[in-house]
Structure formats: structure tokens, C-alpha cells
């Protein structure tokens, strides 16, 4: 952030305050993740008798992979990995085309039934998942959907463990939509037209101009979807009973309920936040401005 | 970035401005008809995957539907709201407890966002790296979350052995999750904890709009750390604070996983909230027509509080 002219340097007494508050909060934010990776590298013992000291948060003692490798053996924990990378990647990879061209639709584009149509989409912002997530089940086990019989294809009623049911109805959101509009008024019209009197499509429009120049805005929509998509719970947990088709979170709740194995259980949480962990590092400065962004939702 | 204003009229500010080329009835056909091409995936998805939902939602809510049934599905009328508000103490339970949830994660999330995001917007050294540390709770999944504080919480858990240590020995230890007194507020706690750096975040976006110039013009009338708070910063985060209570309100009210892993609503419905109920009532025992019912009184409650912020920010823009 840019130091406005004119800022007082704080006061040595009152910078030494702000950073001791700040380093106590930084504890009370970290303990927790400290402890979950240190203990998934230690045996179960160790982690009880640990507990009432420094050394829960300290990797020392008997330190091994060996919880790793135990949650490897018990459950296909890769399959689990598989399935939710290839349900966030479809999630937010066809997100950013179906949502970015709805938004260009919206914002630069004359159309009947646009007004309506952009009052629908800012309508469903004020509908959380939780509150459609009991009839939707009724409504996926209603959808007609192609099945292999025989070397025949026929059609079937029900999506419930598949992966579209996982995918499709989080694909397009009122948000991202909402978000591609904002992003895409601001690049002035008088390009369009220019591109129209040399013969260009709408489409190509869309592709070669409005898309190369709104990458911040892609950017921010793909993290704002991928987060929800790699952490989904609720959903798949009550569409999705076979194992195969099983994302990680659902999984690690299962694998929870059955294990008492707590360095084991460590172990499988961490495997699981290290890897957003480590993205988020990475492009920090990128998550920070999409929540900023998220700010205009209302 | 004004935090919040009626998306609508920002939205109808996005149509195209005057246009200054003549055009042709061809071109308008073809505008019009790749407007509709363009938008039709998304409109198609949201139709099939959020609006038809709301609407059978609203029509199971009246019926005794099942999901696996052989009698045929038909409507009761009010039943299943008569049932939940006279015959269902569950879901009396669970509507107190997720307003006691909100009315306390509310505040405090709220307060403690503000208190970070100050500490953070304070020109110092390192200043990032606190905010990025404030945040990486977010980013961790909900679900990991309840299942490391789970384990903080048990009896001979973090928790309890560092309450053991600090009161030289005093503190028996209590099984935080397995007492219906404390296994709500345990909750509680590490709601806040996870969520808390999201709206750090949203309160910074705020705090830097409000222009340097005021904080000195206020100096030189001689206001202190307090005064300046109280009359520069207090007013000049009125739309972001409507804004972080209304999306924490919200948020609040649709708890559902950290029960789902941590306690299944227990010990003695403790702490079943309203959406909890809901999947439990709907898909777990399969009674569709009323886990739908149950919904849908969620869905009211997060009506009245978006209402509540278009009256509060009726008089922007």
C-alpha cells in the first residue's frame, strides 16, 4: 500500500505494541496448522505425550513418513486427488468460458431480454448453495442422462454418482458473471466498433479483443471458483457413494470416521493443504485482490 | 472501490453507451442474435441448476415427497410447516442454537476483522507478511479445519493440556465437544478462526479508501489515536460495514459442515443448526418434502437480512 504524504512516523513505543499484538494473533492463526503438520510426522504415541509441551510443535523425536504411507495403504487417497483435480479443473476452466461470455453479453451487446436476463443472473447471488441443496438431490435423480448397454446407448434417469453431477450445475455462477460484466464495461466500445467495420464477429470480438485485455479479471474469477470447488462438501457427500468417483474432502470425513489413528488423520489433512497452501503463497498478492474484489458482491 | 452499492444500477450502467455509428438493420439482427448465443450456456446451466431448484424447492416444501418411495408423492399443504414449528423440538433447537451462533459470530468476527486489518494497515515492516499470515486460515478447507480442532479439542488434546500447564495444574479438563454447555462456543471459536482473515481483507479494501487528508486535517485539530478512529475511520467504513455484517450473517446462518464432522448436531442436539437439520431431515432420512420445508425457512431468514441491507444502503449511490 502507498504511504500517503504527509503520514506521521509512528512512535517507537507504539510500533513495538502493534507488533507484539500482531505476533501474539500470528500464533493464535498458526498454532493449529504447526501442530497438524509436525504431528502427522510423528507416531500416535509421540503425538499424545507431545501434547503438553513445545514439543507438539517441534519436529523432533521419532520422525518418519511412515503416516503417509499408512494412509496410502488403507484408502486410494491418489484416486480421491484425481477426482478433485479433475472436477476444480473442468469447474473453473468451463466456468471462465461460459461466465466471461455471458458477462460480454451483458455488458456490451444489445440484445431483447438482456435487462431481464441480467436481473435473473444478480437475483441467484442471493440464493446460498444450503438452501437448494435437499431438492436439488430430488432434482439430479429426475435428469435424464446417456448410459452404455450392451454396446447400445440408451438413457436412464438419475446423475447421482457420476462426474457431471459433481461438475455441471457449479459450472456457471450469477458472481462470476456479475464480475466479467464489471471487468469487461470498462474496455471502451469504440473497439468494438472499430473491429464490426472491419468485418469482425461478435465472437471474435469476445476472443481476440475483450479476452486478451481482462486477464486480472480472469484471474480473479478462477481463484474465486477454484477455492469452493477443490473444498466441496456438502454436495458430494450426499451425490457421490462410490469410492472411485470420491473427492478428497468426502473422503477425508470417511477415512476420519473410520480411523482413530490420529497421526494418520494428520497426515492425510496435510497432504491435502499443503498443495493450496503452497498456490496461495505463490500468488498471494493475486488471492488478495479477488477478495477485495468479492467486496463489491451485494 | 465503494465496498458495496446496488449491484442492479451498476450493472444497467454496463449497457453500451450511445451508439455513434449508424447501424444497420442487419447488424442489430446479428447483435441480437450472438447476444443470445453468447449468453445462452449461462443462462441454460443457471435455469436448469439454480432456479428450477428454488422453484421445486418451494413446491416439495408443500408435499410429502420421499426420495426413494412407492406411494405416490402429493401435496399436504402446510404440514410440513405445522410439523416443524408444534412437533419437531429438533428444529426448534436448531433454529436457537443458529441464532445463537450468529448473534455471537457475528460481532466478534466482525470486531476482530477490524482489529486485524487496522493492525495490518499500519505503516510498518512486515505488515504483508502478517496479513498473509491473518489469512492463510481461509484458505485451508473447512472440512480439515473441524477435523485438527476436533482433535484440539479432546480431552487430552492441545487445548485442554495447554489450559492444564498455564493454571499450574488447576484445570481438570473437560471434554469441550461432548459437553452441551461448551461444545457450541468450542465451535464458535474456531469459526471465527477460519473465517476471520476473509473479512480482514474486505475491512483493508475499506480502510483504504478513506482518504490520508482527514487523518491529518483531524491531527492538527489536535484528535487523538481514539478521536481519530471514532470520527474519520468509524464513518468512512459505513458501506463496507454494512457489507462484512451482512455476508457474515449470512455465512452464519448456513452452518453446516463443522457440525456435520465435528458433532452431528450432538451431544443432545447442542448443536444442530437449521441447514444441518435440513440434510439430515432431507437426505439422510430421505423425507425430501420436509428437509425442503426446512430450507426454505433458511432461505427466508437469508431474505430478510438481504432486505435489511438494501434498507440500510437505500440512501447510497
Redesign the interface.
Known sequence: ?A??????V?SRRR?LW??L??TG??V???F??V??FVSSLKPDGQI?SD???WR?FLPVGDISVDNYSGVFDRVPVGRFLLNSVIVTTVVVVAGLV??S??G????????????V??????A?????F??????????V?QLPTLVFENGWIAYDFGWLDTYEVQI?????N?FS??LF??Y??TIP??I??AA??DGA???TI?RRIAVPLSGPAFATVAILTF?PA??Q??WP??VVQDEDLRPV?VG??YF?QENTA?GE??AY?SM??LP??VV??AF?RA??SS??A????? | MTAISSPERRAASAAPGPVSRRKTRGDLRSERRAGWAMAAPAVLLLLVFLIVPVVLGFVLSFTNARLISPEPTSFTGFDNFVRAFTADPTFFRSLLNTFAFAAVVVPVQAGLGLVLAILVNQKIRGAVAFRVVFFIPVVTSIVVVSILWKFLYQPDGLINSFLDSITFGAWQGTAWLNNPSTALAAIIVLSVWQAVGFHMLIWLSGLQTIPGELYEAARIDGAGTWRQFRDVTWPGLRPTRVFVLITITIAALGLFVQIDVMTQGGPVDSTSTLVYHAVRMGYRQQQIGYGSALSLVFFVLVLIVALVQRFLTRDKD
Not at chain 1, 441467484?124 to 446460498?128: C, D, M, N, S
Not at chain 1, 435437499?134 to 432434482?139: R, S, T
Not at chain 1, 468479492?294 to 451485494?298: C, D, P, R, T
Open positions: 500500500m504511504v500517503q504524504k504527509g503520514e506521521r509512528l510500533r502493534i507488533y499484538a500482531m494473533l500470528a493464535f492463526f498458526l493449529p496448522l501442530f497438524m499424545l501434547v503438553g509441551g507438539a461460459v461466465n461470455m455471458a460480454f453479453a451483458l455488458s456490451r451487446m444489445r440484445w431483447t431480454g438482456r435487462g436476463v441480467l436481473g435473473v443472473v444478480i441467484t447471488l442471493i440464493v446460498p444450503e438452501t437448494i441443496a435437499v431438492p436439488m438431490v430430488y432434482w435423480t455441471i450445475p457449479f459450472i456457471a450469477g458473471v456479475f460484466a464489471q469487461f464495461k466500445t469504440a468494438d466498433e464490426r467495420i464477429g461478435w465472437f469476445y477455492l477443490w473444498n462438501y456438502l457427500s450426499m474432502m477425508m470425513q476420519f490420529w488423520v494428520m489433512t491435502i493443504t493450496v497452501l496461495f503463497l498471494q488471492f488478495v477478495v477485495a468479492s467486496g463489491v458482491k451485494g
